[in-house]
Protein backbone atom coordinates (compact mmCIF):
# COMPACT_ATOMS: atom_id res chain seq x y z
CA UNK A 1 0.00 0.00 0.00
CA UNK A 2 1.09 3.07 -1.22
CA UNK A 3 2.31 5.31 2.49
CA UNK A 4 -0.15 8.40 3.98
CA UNK A 5 2.36 11.02 4.73
CA UNK A 6 0.02 13.63 7.06
CA UNK A 7 3.22 15.58 8.17
CA UNK A 8 0.64 17.87 10.68
CA UNK A 9 -0.80 15.10 12.70
CA UNK A 10 1.86 15.35 15.32
CA UNK A 11 -0.89 16.11 17.81
CA UNK A 12 -2.97 12.71 17.18
CA UNK A 13 0.59 10.43 17.12
CA UNK A 14 2.42 11.71 19.73
CA UNK A 15 0.00 10.00 22.24
CA UNK A 16 1.06 6.50 20.85
CA UNK A 17 4.66 7.27 22.76
CA UNK A 18 2.60 7.34 26.24
CA UNK A 19 2.42 3.52 25.98
CA UNK A 20 5.65 1.35 26.09
CA UNK A 21 6.02 0.09 29.72
CA UNK A 22 5.49 -3.66 29.31
CA UNK A 23 3.83 -5.56 32.76
CA UNK A 24 1.67 -8.38 32.79
CA UNK A 25 -0.14 -7.07 36.33
CA UNK A 26 -3.53 -5.17 34.22
CA UNK A 27 -6.84 -5.39 35.85
CA UNK A 28 -9.29 -6.35 33.57
CA UNK A 29 -12.52 -3.91 34.03
CA UNK A 30 -15.31 -3.16 31.82
CA UNK A 31 -14.49 0.05 30.45
CA UNK A 32 -16.50 3.19 30.86
CA UNK A 33 -17.11 6.54 28.68
CA UNK A 34 -16.54 8.93 31.79
CA UNK A 35 -15.74 6.22 34.50
CA UNK A 36 -12.44 6.82 36.15
CA UNK A 37 -10.67 3.38 36.93
CA UNK A 38 -7.15 3.03 39.31
CA UNK A 39 -4.71 0.65 39.03
CA UNK A 40 -2.85 -1.22 41.84
CA UNK A 41 0.53 0.55 41.42
CA UNK A 42 2.09 2.67 38.88
CA UNK A 43 3.50 0.02 36.56
CA UNK A 44 0.01 -1.32 36.31
CA UNK A 45 -1.02 2.12 34.91
CA UNK A 46 0.97 2.35 31.71
CA UNK A 47 0.47 -1.52 31.08
CA UNK A 48 -2.89 -0.94 31.13
CA UNK A 49 -2.54 2.25 28.80
CA UNK A 50 -0.09 -0.38 26.55
CA UNK A 51 -2.89 -2.79 26.28
CA UNK A 52 -5.77 -0.56 25.66
CA UNK A 53 -3.81 1.71 22.87
CA UNK A 54 -2.59 -1.29 21.05
CA UNK A 55 -6.11 -2.74 20.77
CA UNK A 56 -7.54 0.79 20.33
CA UNK A 57 -10.22 0.34 23.13
CA UNK A 58 -10.09 4.32 23.32
CA UNK A 59 -12.85 3.94 26.82
CA UNK A 60 -10.08 2.06 28.44
CA UNK A 61 -7.74 4.09 27.43
CA UNK A 62 -9.96 7.29 29.20
CA UNK A 63 -10.51 5.65 31.85
CA UNK A 64 -7.06 6.04 33.46
CA UNK A 65 -7.02 10.04 32.67
CA UNK A 66 -8.47 12.39 35.52
CA UNK A 67 -10.02 15.86 34.01
CA UNK A 68 -6.23 17.23 35.10
CA UNK A 69 -4.58 15.17 32.44
CA UNK A 70 -1.73 16.99 30.67
CA UNK A 71 0.26 15.38 27.67
CA UNK A 72 3.41 17.54 26.45
CA UNK A 73 4.60 16.65 23.07
CA UNK A 74 7.67 17.69 21.04
CA UNK A 75 7.72 21.77 19.62
CA UNK A 76 5.97 22.93 22.80
CA UNK A 77 2.72 21.57 22.53
CA UNK A 78 0.59 20.63 25.45
CA UNK A 79 -2.46 19.16 25.21
CA UNK A 80 -4.84 19.64 28.16
CA UNK A 81 -8.03 17.46 29.43
CA UNK A 82 -10.04 14.69 29.18
CA UNK A 83 -12.04 16.23 25.56
CA UNK A 84 -8.63 17.16 24.02
CA UNK A 85 -6.84 13.67 24.83
CA UNK A 86 -9.89 12.21 23.64
CA UNK A 87 -9.93 13.16 20.49
CA UNK A 88 -5.78 12.46 20.47
CA UNK A 89 -6.46 8.86 20.91
CA UNK A 90 -9.44 8.74 18.42
CA UNK A 91 -7.42 9.85 16.18
CA UNK A 92 -4.60 7.42 16.38
CA UNK A 93 -6.96 4.39 16.78
CA UNK A 94 -8.17 5.21 13.16
CA UNK A 95 -6.98 2.44 10.99
CA UNK A 96 -3.55 3.87 8.86
CA UNK A 97 -5.39 4.26 5.71
CA UNK A 98 -7.51 6.95 6.77
CA UNK A 99 -4.50 9.13 8.38
CA UNK A 100 -4.18 6.60 12.45
CA UNK A 101 -1.54 4.49 13.74
CA UNK A 102 -3.68 1.60 14.50
CA UNK A 103 -1.58 -1.42 14.03
CA UNK A 104 1.69 0.22 15.87
CA UNK A 105 3.75 -1.65 18.38
CA UNK A 106 5.35 -0.33 21.16
CA UNK A 107 8.16 -2.51 22.84
CA UNK A 108 10.34 -1.37 26.09
CA UNK A 109 13.87 -1.29 25.58
CA UNK A 110 14.84 -0.08 29.29
CA UNK A 111 13.18 1.37 32.45
CA UNK A 112 13.56 3.49 35.63
CA UNK A 113 11.01 4.24 38.42
CA UNK A 114 11.39 7.25 40.49
CA UNK A 115 9.39 7.16 43.69
CA UNK A 116 8.78 4.30 46.29
CA UNK A 117 5.40 2.43 45.83
CA UNK A 118 4.05 3.57 49.31
CA UNK A 119 4.10 7.12 47.41
CA UNK A 120 1.54 8.37 46.04
CA UNK A 121 3.26 9.75 42.97
CA UNK A 122 5.17 7.61 40.94
CA UNK A 123 7.07 8.41 37.56
CA UNK A 124 7.97 5.60 35.43
CA UNK A 125 10.99 6.78 32.65
CA UNK A 126 10.79 4.77 29.61
CA UNK A 127 13.19 3.67 26.53
CA UNK A 128 11.31 2.57 24.11
CA UNK A 129 11.06 1.56 19.90
CA UNK A 130 8.09 1.32 18.06
CA UNK A 131 7.34 -0.80 14.80
CA UNK A 132 4.34 -1.52 12.70
CA UNK A 133 4.10 -3.13 9.10
CA UNK A 134 3.60 0.11 7.61
CA UNK A 135 6.89 1.51 9.08
CA UNK A 136 9.91 1.55 6.82
CA UNK A 137 12.08 0.86 9.86
CA UNK A 138 11.76 1.14 13.67
CA UNK A 139 11.37 4.48 15.50
CA UNK A 140 12.75 5.39 18.89
CA UNK A 141 12.15 7.67 21.55
CA UNK A 142 11.76 7.90 25.65
CA UNK A 143 8.82 8.94 27.94
CA UNK A 144 8.14 9.72 31.43
CA UNK A 145 4.75 8.98 32.77
CA UNK A 146 3.75 10.51 36.23
CA UNK A 147 1.18 8.31 38.13
CA UNK A 148 -0.94 9.19 40.93
CA UNK A 149 -2.91 7.09 42.76
CA UNK A 150 -3.69 4.76 40.08
CA UNK A 151 -4.59 7.18 37.25
CA UNK A 152 -1.98 8.74 34.85
CA UNK A 153 -1.82 12.05 35.70
CA UNK A 154 0.93 13.75 33.06
CA UNK A 155 3.22 12.22 30.44
CA UNK A 156 6.31 13.76 28.49
CA UNK A 157 7.13 12.04 25.02
CA UNK A 158 9.55 12.48 22.44
CA UNK A 159 7.41 11.17 19.78
CA UNK A 160 7.24 13.35 17.23
CA UNK A 161 5.53 11.53 13.91
CA UNK A 162 6.69 13.79 11.23
CA UNK A 163 9.71 11.72 11.63
CA UNK A 164 8.06 8.32 11.33
CA UNK A 165 9.15 6.94 8.11
CA UNK A 166 6.77 5.18 5.80
CA UNK A 167 7.33 2.16 3.33
CA UNK A 168 6.96 3.76 -0.13
CA UNK A 169 6.21 0.55 -1.69
CA UNK A 170 2.89 -2.13 -1.49
CA UNK A 171 3.71 -3.58 1.74
CA UNK A 172 1.19 -6.51 0.76
CA UNK A 173 3.90 -7.53 -1.65
CA UNK A 174 6.47 -8.64 0.73
CA UNK A 175 4.73 -10.20 3.65
CA UNK A 176 5.61 -12.83 5.38
CA UNK A 177 3.20 -15.72 4.40
CA UNK A 178 1.25 -16.66 7.74
CA UNK A 179 -0.58 -19.60 6.13
CA UNK A 180 0.74 -23.02 6.68
CA UNK A 181 3.34 -24.38 4.35
CA UNK A 182 1.63 -27.40 3.52
CA UNK A 183 -1.26 -26.00 2.24
CA UNK A 184 0.58 -24.74 -0.88
CA UNK A 185 2.18 -28.13 -1.74
CA UNK A 186 0.37 -30.22 -3.76
CA UNK A 187 -3.55 -29.03 -3.78
CA UNK A 188 -4.06 -28.24 -7.70
CA UNK A 189 -7.08 -27.99 -9.20
CA UNK A 190 -6.99 -28.00 -12.99
CA UNK A 191 -9.76 -25.84 -14.90
CA UNK A 192 -11.19 -27.10 -18.50
CA UNK A 193 -10.26 -24.10 -20.33
CA UNK A 194 -8.44 -20.61 -20.30
CA UNK A 195 -11.32 -19.02 -19.91
CA UNK A 196 -12.20 -21.19 -16.38
CA UNK A 197 -8.72 -20.51 -15.33
CA UNK A 198 -8.99 -16.78 -15.40
CA UNK A 199 -12.42 -16.87 -14.16
CA UNK A 200 -11.59 -18.82 -11.11
CA UNK A 201 -8.49 -16.40 -10.77
CA UNK A 202 -10.81 -13.50 -10.56
CA UNK A 203 -13.40 -14.83 -8.73
CA UNK A 204 -10.72 -15.76 -5.57
CA UNK A 205 -9.14 -12.54 -6.03
CA UNK A 206 -12.12 -10.18 -5.94
CA UNK A 207 -13.75 -12.66 -3.21
CA UNK A 208 -10.58 -12.61 -1.22
CA UNK A 209 -10.24 -16.29 -1.46
CA UNK A 210 -6.45 -17.30 -0.74
CA UNK A 211 -6.79 -21.19 -0.96
CA UNK A 212 -8.78 -20.26 -3.76
CA UNK A 213 -6.10 -18.98 -5.64
CA UNK A 214 -3.54 -20.69 -4.93
CA UNK A 215 -5.00 -23.65 -5.82
CA UNK A 216 -4.11 -22.38 -9.37
CA UNK A 217 -0.05 -22.15 -9.17
CA UNK A 218 2.12 -24.81 -9.90
CA UNK A 219 5.96 -24.59 -8.38
CA UNK A 220 7.15 -23.50 -11.79
CA UNK A 221 4.37 -19.85 -11.41
CA UNK A 222 6.29 -17.07 -11.70
CA UNK A 223 4.27 -13.15 -11.45
CA UNK A 224 6.17 -9.86 -13.14
CA UNK A 225 5.34 -6.99 -11.76
CA UNK A 226 6.49 -3.53 -12.58
CA UNK A 227 9.83 -2.37 -11.64
CA UNK A 228 11.58 -5.24 -12.66
CA UNK A 229 10.03 -7.62 -9.75
CA UNK A 230 9.26 -11.24 -9.96
CA UNK A 231 7.68 -13.45 -7.74
CA UNK A 232 8.89 -17.32 -8.27
CA UNK A 233 7.34 -20.35 -7.40
CA UNK A 234 4.34 -21.19 -4.95
CA UNK A 235 5.13 -20.76 -1.85
CA UNK A 236 6.59 -16.63 -2.86
CA UNK A 237 3.24 -16.51 -4.70
CA UNK A 238 1.37 -18.07 -1.73
CA UNK A 239 3.07 -15.12 0.60
CA UNK A 240 2.50 -12.35 -2.12
CA UNK A 241 -1.59 -13.48 -2.55
CA UNK A 242 -1.85 -13.81 1.32
CA UNK A 243 -0.96 -10.19 1.71
CA UNK A 244 -2.90 -9.03 -1.25
CA UNK A 245 -6.02 -10.40 0.23
CA UNK A 246 -5.53 -8.90 4.02
CA UNK A 247 -8.00 -6.33 5.34
CA UNK A 248 -7.01 -3.12 3.76
CA UNK A 249 -6.65 -1.48 7.53
CA UNK A 250 -3.73 -4.49 7.74
CA UNK A 251 -1.76 -3.31 4.66
CA UNK A 252 -3.92 -5.55 2.33
CA UNK A 253 -6.44 -4.62 -0.06
CA UNK A 254 -9.24 -6.72 0.65
CA UNK A 255 -12.19 -4.96 -1.01
CA UNK A 256 -10.96 -4.28 -4.12
CA UNK A 257 -12.66 -5.46 -6.73
CA UNK A 258 -11.16 -5.81 -10.51
CA UNK A 259 -13.58 -5.63 -14.10
CA UNK A 260 -12.66 -6.68 -17.20
CA UNK A 261 -12.91 -4.34 -19.79
CA UNK A 262 -11.74 -6.13 -22.73
CA UNK A 263 -9.65 -9.22 -23.34
CA UNK A 264 -7.86 -10.92 -26.38
CA UNK A 265 -7.21 -14.57 -26.38
CA UNK A 266 -4.20 -16.25 -28.43
CA UNK A 267 -4.10 -20.21 -27.67
CA UNK A 268 -3.39 -20.38 -23.88
CA UNK A 269 -2.45 -16.54 -22.99
CA UNK A 270 -5.70 -14.13 -22.32
CA UNK A 271 -4.36 -10.06 -22.41
CA UNK A 272 -6.92 -8.27 -20.19
CA UNK A 273 -7.16 -4.70 -19.53
CA UNK A 274 -9.50 -3.96 -16.23
CA UNK A 275 -10.55 -0.91 -13.86
CA UNK A 276 -10.04 -1.34 -10.21
CA UNK A 277 -12.74 -0.24 -7.35
CA UNK A 278 -12.70 -0.23 -3.55
CA UNK A 279 -14.05 1.70 -0.99
CA UNK A 280 -10.98 2.85 -0.01
CA UNK A 281 -10.05 3.81 -3.13
CA UNK A 282 -10.42 8.06 -4.72
CA UNK A 283 -10.55 6.65 -7.62
CA UNK A 284 -10.92 3.81 -9.86
CA UNK A 285 -7.39 2.12 -11.08
CA UNK A 286 -6.86 0.82 -14.55
CA UNK A 287 -4.43 -1.76 -15.68
CA UNK A 288 -3.50 -5.00 -17.76
CA UNK A 289 -2.22 -8.40 -17.09
CA UNK A 290 -1.35 -11.16 -19.70
CA UNK A 291 -2.46 -14.68 -18.18
CA UNK A 292 -0.13 -17.79 -19.33
CA UNK A 293 -2.40 -20.78 -18.88
CA UNK A 294 -1.74 -24.11 -19.71
CA UNK A 295 -3.15 -27.93 -19.02
CA UNK A 296 -5.55 -26.08 -16.44
CA UNK A 297 -3.54 -24.01 -14.45
CA UNK A 298 -2.04 -20.40 -14.45
CA UNK A 299 1.68 -20.92 -14.63
CA UNK A 300 2.62 -17.48 -15.57
CA UNK A 301 0.81 -13.74 -15.34
CA UNK A 302 2.80 -10.34 -16.24
CA UNK A 303 0.77 -7.36 -14.71
CA UNK A 304 0.99 -3.60 -14.46
CA UNK A 305 -0.54 -3.29 -10.63
CA UNK A 306 1.15 -0.69 -9.13
CA UNK A 307 0.07 -0.77 -5.85
CA UNK A 308 2.18 2.57 -5.29
CA UNK A 309 -0.15 4.24 -7.91
CA UNK A 310 -3.38 3.67 -5.98
CA UNK A 311 -4.65 7.10 -4.77
CA UNK A 312 -6.61 6.49 -1.28
CA UNK A 313 -9.14 8.37 -0.16
CA UNK A 314 -7.95 10.65 2.74
Given at each position: ????????????????????????????????????????????????????????????????????????????????????????????????????????????????????ATEPVVVINTQWVATAPFLAEPYYGADAYQTRSGLMVAQVTTFDGAELKYNDTYTAMSVTNPNDPKQVSDKLVREATPEAVLAQHMKALNGCDWAGLMQQYPDSYELRLPGGTVVKGREAAAATFAGFVKPHADGGLCGITFTEESRQVVGGTLAVQWVANASFLAEPYKGSDAYITDDGLMVSMVSTFDGSALKFKP
Open positions: MNAIKLPGRALILAVAAATVLMSSSVVAFAASPTTLHRQPTAEAVVAEHLYALNHCKVDRLMAQYPESIAILLPGGVTTKGRTAVRALFEGFCKPHSEGGLNGLTFKELKSWTVGK
